[in-house]
């Protein structure tokens, strides 16, 4: 069985007083048409009556004075009236009643058929009303004198004629009589009026109040509703304005408060941002629900240790922000380290384990300058991040002279300039070629695609904006970039012979579960052959996580992809992953190269580099080739390709045959 909606419910609830009020307005109209109208019918009836036992008097005076005989049938015609009455309301009176009989009496009586039920429905329900009885018995009575009548009548039919003495005798009764019941007549009238208006005005009287109940009713429930109403906008206002969580304010009224601080320019103030550290942990380890119950517990604990002119507010996540009005530098700092101690000492045990945790803090003192919300809130930001890079658990004050806190400021611009790059494609591919150092040469093209940055109508170098994005994790965003456009790029030209285009992975990139669909589906679009790709990876990078790296690395080789290993021999603990890392070029990192001639410990690192790789199956590529002399060394120890100014200098990627060829002894330094 299906149960109603909750909507049907409580539109039930809302609308069943009004439906039960409707339904009794409804009946009691009702009920007092059927009253007014059997009322009317009834003084119908007794207007008749009247009429009737006044007739039968005055035919028979009539009669007593002429001793016409017409009189008489007149009478007879006229006492039928009350005569059928009679009969009827002792029909009614009988036990059991007799309806039959009562309609047959009062339709003797001269009443229409259609108003014979409502006299009968009133006589029998109402007759217990003090007013009704009352009426009935004047009526009884009345019928008892004119019931005197009869005797005359039947003598006047047995006689045919009268003498002057009789007339005068029937003159006497009828005088008598009339004086009789002329009186009760007019009570029996007066008071069936009377009873008729005192029940008409218990019913305009019934039918007033439940009007009114109706009305008392709608107002009560109009309150009600907009009491509701009001209650559910506060509630409404409550939510938007605050964290369902931790219950304190959130962002959106955090920012309200502080844009009327910022207002008040000419009093000192203090903002803070607070960030929780080893969260993460908290809620790895013990669930969302542990995080929640953390979140509640420092939330209670630091509303508690601030002024109460203050206002802490959730801003997402881990993150807290204070408001603190009037509030000096000094007093700032001294709040600020009380809540970094109070954060530490909390002692939080969930399912039997306990957590510590603690708090990174940014300070921003409002005064002394204008601040625009957006940049007290980067101020704050900013602060806090430099608190977290400073090892955590400390408080950090924002200063516009800290010059570590500027570079961290530049970085944060790189984010924003590097998305809307992204957003804008502003970025070009360059390449530079990569030769055999022999001179050989080699069929199709070799080089390494670099990545430039246009911005306001200059280029950048990555050494610019990629720590910016390393930092910040939009390396796999620029990454998929480069092997889009690349692989667009080397798929109109192909007719040329197969080259090898050596493409930069960054070690995010390494780690993006999502990279590998990815590149299959960009292979696919660009029909370009995996073979004549090459990705190179840091050796820092790789050996981060080195059997992730492998897997990786395996996955894409089982594509045909080639790997090269970037920047070896940095860190020379990296020999002993060489062998295990799948990669078909070691790139000698250029520190060594550069200065090999000067240096022979340089010379001795980039000898054994070679040495090394080749045992390992191999081939090396050296970077920073800047000078002939520089080639013509690696010549001799055995490098086989060369990469540098001294072989070719970056230029606009346009792959093509007129690049297959390239000879070392050639080319010339600038």
């Not at 029937?170 to 029996?188: G, K, M, S, Y």
């Not at 790789?542 to 790296?549: P, Q």
């Amino acid at each position: 069985m299906t149960r109603p909606p909750k909507t049907t419910l409580r539109l039930i609830a809302v609308a069943w007083p009004f439906v039960l009020i409707v339904i009794l307005q409804t009946a009691l109209a009702t009920f007092s048409l059927q009253v007014t109208s059997s009322l009317r019918a009834f003084v119908t009836g007794e207007s008749l009556w009247s009429k009737g036992q006044h007739d039968a008097l005055y035919y028979l005076n009539r009669y007593a004075e002429s001793g016409n005989r017409s009189f008489v049938d007149r009478y007879h015609q006229a006492m039928a009236i009350p005569m059928g009455d009679r009969a009827a309301r002792l029909a009614l009176e009988a036990s059991p009643a007799d309806n039959a009989a009562a309609f047959e009496g009062f339709l003797k009586g001269g009443n229409h058929p259609d108003d014979i039920p409502n006299v009968i429905w009133l006589f029998r329900y109402f007759r217990w009303l003090p007013i009704m009885d009352a009426s009935i018995r004047d009526w009884r009575t009345a019928e008892g004198v004119l019931m005197q009548l009869l005797p005359i009548g039947e003598g006047i039919d047995a006689s045919r004629h009268i003498s002057d003495v009789d007339r005068r005798d029937i003159t006497r009764q009828l005088d008598e009589i009339n004086a009789l019941v002329t009186p009760l007549t007019r009570r029996f009238s007066d008071r069936l009026g009377e009873g008729t208006r005192q029940v008409q005005t218990v019913l305009f009287a019934a039918n007033l109040a439940i009007a009114l109940l109706f009305i008392a009713l709608t107002v009560w429930r109009l309150n009600s509703f907009l009491a509701h109403r009001r209650n559910i906008e506060e509630q409404l206002s409550h939510s938007a304005n605050h964290d369902d969580l931790t219950g304190l304010p959130n962002r959106r009224l955090f920012e309200e408060k502080l844009a009327g601080v910022l207002d008040n320019a000419e009093a000192r103030h203090a903002l803070m941002f607070i960030d929780l550290d080893q969260f993460k942990a908290v809620n790895d380890n013990g669930g969302h629900a542990a995080g929640d119950a953390l979140l509640r517990r420092v939330s209670r604990d630091l509303s508690n240790a601030i002024r109460g002119s203050d206002v802490l507010a959730r801003l997402g996540g881990d993150e807290f922000g204070i408001v603190l009005p009037n509030c000096l530098p000094d007093d700032a700092l001294r709040i600020a380290m009380r809540l970094r101690e109070i954060t530490e000492s909390i002692d939080f045990v969930w399912s039997g384990h306990r957590y510590s945790i603690s708090a990174s803090i940014g300070v921003v003192h409002l005064g002394g300058r204008g601040y625009t919300l957006q940049e007290a809130l980067r101020a704050a930001d900013i602060a806090c991040y430099m608190a977290k890079e400073k090892g955590r658990n400390r408080v950090h004050v924002f200063e516009t002279s800290d010059a570590a806190q500027n570079q961290f400021t530049a970085n944060l611009s790189w984010v924003q300039r590097l998305h809307r790059a992204l957003e804008e494609d502003r970025f070009q591919l360059f390449s530079q070629a990569i030769a055999a150092a022999d001179g050989s040469g080699e069929e199709g093209e070799h080089c390494e695609i670099l990545l430039r940055l246009e911005e306001n109508g200059k280029l950048l170098s990555p050494g610019a904006f990629i720590p910016a994005a390393e930092r910040y994790g939009l390396m796999p965003s620029l990454d998929r970039w480069v092997i889009r456009n690349a692989l667009d790029l080397i798929g109109r030209n192909a007719g040329a012979a197969p080259g090898t285009y050596s493409i930069n992975l960054s070690g995010l990139t390494l780690k993006d579960d999502t990279f590998l669909p990815f590149f299959r589906d960009a292979l696919q679009r660009s029909r370009v052959p995996a073979s004549v790709l090459c990705f190179e990876i840091t050796e820092t990078s790789a050996i981060e996580n080195l059997d992730e790296a492998i897997a990786f690395m395996n996955a894409m080789r089982a594509m045909g992809c080639r790997f090269a290993l970037d920047d070896f021999g940095v860190g020379m603990s990296s020999l002993t992953y060489l062998k295990r890392l799948p990669v078909d070029y070691v790139k000698i990192d250029g520190s060594f190269v550069r200065d090999m001639l000067s240096d022979k410990t340089d010379w001795m690192t980039v000898e054994m580099i070679n040495q090394i790789s080749h045992l390992a199956g191999r081939r090396t590529i050296a970077e920073f080739v800047e000078s002939p002399e520089i080639l013509a060394a690696l010549r001799t120890i055995g490098v086989d390709y060369v990469q540098g100014y001294a072989i070719a200098r970056p230029a606009p990627f346009e792959p093509g045959p007129s690049a297959s060829a390239i000879e070392p002894r050639r080319a010339s330094v600038g």
